[in-house]
Nanobody
Framework: VQLQASGGGLVQPGGSLGLSCEVS????????MGWYRQPPGKQRELVAT???????NYTDSVKGRFTISRDNAKKAVYLEMNSLKSDDTAVYYC???????????????WGQGTQVTVSS
């Protein structure tokens, strides 16, 4: 199973950016998907998660600015980021809970990370 993230880059404060992540490989089902980030010099933290049914959860600092969504048919998760601040600068990682076969347990898989830099 591989998670391929894309869409990072440099954006000015107040700008917008979108991230995408597609899951590939042997997949029976995908449960929760999400985005995490690791700011410079800090630990990885949760940004947003979305269940298979579309229930979402956001960390307080991004509520009202970020929107997570998913396309189950494409096995993809997205993060729309608006009103970006310098504090949003981080490496963003996508995450998925994947069951590869019907009889095996769900496992966590991570993307390679994509850099988001908010700076003027």
């Amino acid at each position: 199973v591989q998670l391929q993230a894309s869409g990072g880059g440099l954006v000015q404060p107040g700008g917008s950016l979108g991230l995408s992540c597609e899951v590939s490989g042997i997949i029976f089902s995908i449960s929760a998907m999400g985005w995490y980030r690791q700011p410079p010099g800090k630990q990885r933290e949760l940004v947003a998660t979305i269940s298979r049914d579309g229930n979402t959860n956001y960390t307080d600092s991004v509520k009202g600015r970020f929107t997570i969504s998913r396309d189950n048919a494409k096995k993809a998760v997205y993060l729309e980021m608006n009103s970006l601040k310098s504090d949003d600068t981080a490496v963003y990682y996508c995450h998925a809970e994947v069951q590869r076969y019907p009889i095996v347990a769900v496992r966590d898989f991570w993307g390679q990370g994509t850099q988001v830099t908010v700076s003027s």
